[in-house]
């Protein structure tokens, strides 16, 4: 399985999902005008993924900010990672806000809510 | 008017940035950028910064997917205008484009219920769009106005005026409190 890595730029995030560790970070900010172009991509590679059937993932991501084009491209990140779940993988979402960022914790809420997925809200350690 | 009084108004009304024109993705870019060194000049920092930006980048997608052309002959001219500036107790953020008048029915409605939402309904009113609906060509979803509304913690600030048969032009204006707890 290649990993999928894409350098952080001024609008979008970087991603650096590794298809051997299960280990898959987003980080940075995400306001892109066309939210498809960037995050079809990243869909498509989970689709792959999830024929390999892995055992364990964690999902660390780590947002400055997103627009909200973006958030729902984010819900469809962690709804693939729920069906991972529902194949019987080990599943785990962690959420990084930064410290004075309530928002950030509450927008975790929300998606923890709204995916169903076990997750993990923490604030950034610097 | 002559430029030193122009300039002295600019200042006097504390005027951040001030645009007319087609709204691109550099000019996006752009105008986050200038607005990092203007906030960091007046050591605006953390919730505050981070809900200007988020409001400015919503504002500014709006324009950027819209927008409409006051002529359709003309191409690339669907000009918008933008400001920004603040007094004691907010930052402002205005925007203005045209529309096409049937769009407002819709429009006017779903800002509206927003308005009329508390801080939990908005947030469970987010929940609900960002579940249940279908992400538009355009990316929209309809979580603008509610994300907007929900990080100003204000009501949003609207009009219409009619500008002839097929279109209106739609003022926004985004108020940010200073005050962190509001």
Same mark, same amino acid.
């Given at each position: 399985?290649?990993?999928? +890595?894409?350098? @952080?730029?001024?609008?979008?995030?970087?991603? !650096?999902?590794?298809?051997?560790?299960?280990?898959?970070?987003?980080? &940075? +900010?995400?306001?892109?005008?066309?939210?498809?172009?960037?995050?079809?991509?990243?869909?498509?590679?989970?689709?792959?993924?999830?024929?390999?059937?892995?055992?364990?993932?964690?999902?660390?991501?780590?947002?400055?900010?997103?627009?909200?084009?973006?958030?729902?491209?984010?819900?469809?990140?962690?709804? +693939?990672?729920?069906?991972?779940?529902?194949?019987?993988?080990?599943?785990?979402?962690?959420?990084?806000?930064?410290?004075?960022?309530?928002?950030?914790?509450?927008? @975790?809420?929300?998606?923890?809510?709204?995916? &169903?997925?076990?997750?993990?809200?923490?604030?950034?350690? !610097? | 008017? #002559?430029?030193?009084?122009?300039?002295?108004?600019?200042?006097?009304?504390?005027?951040?940035?001030?645009?007319?024109?087609?709204?691109?993705? %550099?000019?996006?870019?752009?105008?986050?950028?200038?607005?990092?060194?203007?906030?960091?000049?007046?050591?605006?920092?953390?919730?505050?910064?981070?809900?200007?930006?988020?409001?400015?980048?919503?504002?500014?997608?709006?324009?950027?997917?819209?927008?409409?052309?006051?002529?359709?002959?003309?191409? #690339?001219?669907?000009?918008?205008?933008?400001?920004?500036?603040? %007094?004691?107790?907010?930052?402002?953020?205005?925007?203005?484009?045209?529309?096409?008048?049937?769009? =407002?029915?819709?429009?006017?409605?779903?800002?509206?219920?927003?308005?009329?939402?508390?801080?939990?309904?908005?947030?469970?009113?987010?929940?609900?769009?960002?579940?249940?609906?279908?992400?538009?060509?355009?990316?929209?979803? %309809?979580?603008?106005? =509610?994300?907007?509304?929900?990080?100003?913690?204000?009501?949003? %600030?609207?009009?219409?005026?009619?500008?002839?048969?097929?279109?209106?032009?739609?003022?926004?204006?985004?108020?940010?409190?200073?005050?962190?707890?509001?």
């Amino acid at each position: 399985m290649n990993n999928l +890595r894409i350098d @952080g730029s001024k609008q979008t995030p970087e991603i !650096d999902f590794n298809g051997q560790t299960g280990i898959l970070k987003i980080s &940075g +900010r995400s306001i892109p005008e066309n939210t498809f172009e960037f995050f079809n991509p990243i869909l498509l590679w989970l689709d792959t993924y999830s024929a390999e059937k892995p055992a364990k993932v964690v999902a660390k991501v780590k947002l400055e900010y997103f627009n909200t084009s973006s958030s729902k491209y984010i819900l469809e990140v962690l709804k +693939r990672l729920k069906s991972f779940l529902n194949d019987g993988c080990d599943v785990n979402v962690e959420w990084y806000y930064e410290e004075d960022d309530e928002e950030m914790m509450e927008t @975790g809420e929300d998606y923890q809510d709204v995916s &169903g997925l076990p997750f993990e809200i923490k604030p950034i350690e !610097d | 008017m #002559n430029n030193y009084e122009k300039f002295r108004m600019m200042m006097d009304n504390h005027i951040m940035l001030s645009f007319k024109g087609e709204i691109t993705s %550099d000019i996006i870019t752009m105008v986050l950028q200038i607005m990092e060194t203007r906030l960091d000049a007046v050591s605006e920092k953390g919730n505050v910064r981070k809900k200007i930006f988020n409001v400015l980048v919503e504002c500014m997608q709006n324009l950027y997917h819209h927008a409409e052309a006051e002529d359709e002959s003309e191409l #690339n001219s669907r000009k918008a205008m933008l400001e920004l500036f603040y %007094d004691d107790d907010y930052y402002y953020i205005l925007t203005g484009n045209y529309i096409k008048n049937k769009e =407002i029915p819709p429009l006017r409605d779903r800002i509206e219920r927003v308005n009329s939402l508390t801080k939990d309904e908005l947030r469970q009113y987010y929940r609900e769009i960002l579940d249940n609906n279908r992400i538009s060509q355009k990316g929209g979803a %309809d979580l603008g106005m =509610i994300d907007m509304a929900r990080k100003s913690g204000q009501k949003l %600030d609207f009009s219409f005026t009619q500008v002839n048969d097929k279109l209106s032009f739609f003022d926004l204006t985004v108020k940010v409190s200073k005050r962190k707890e509001d």
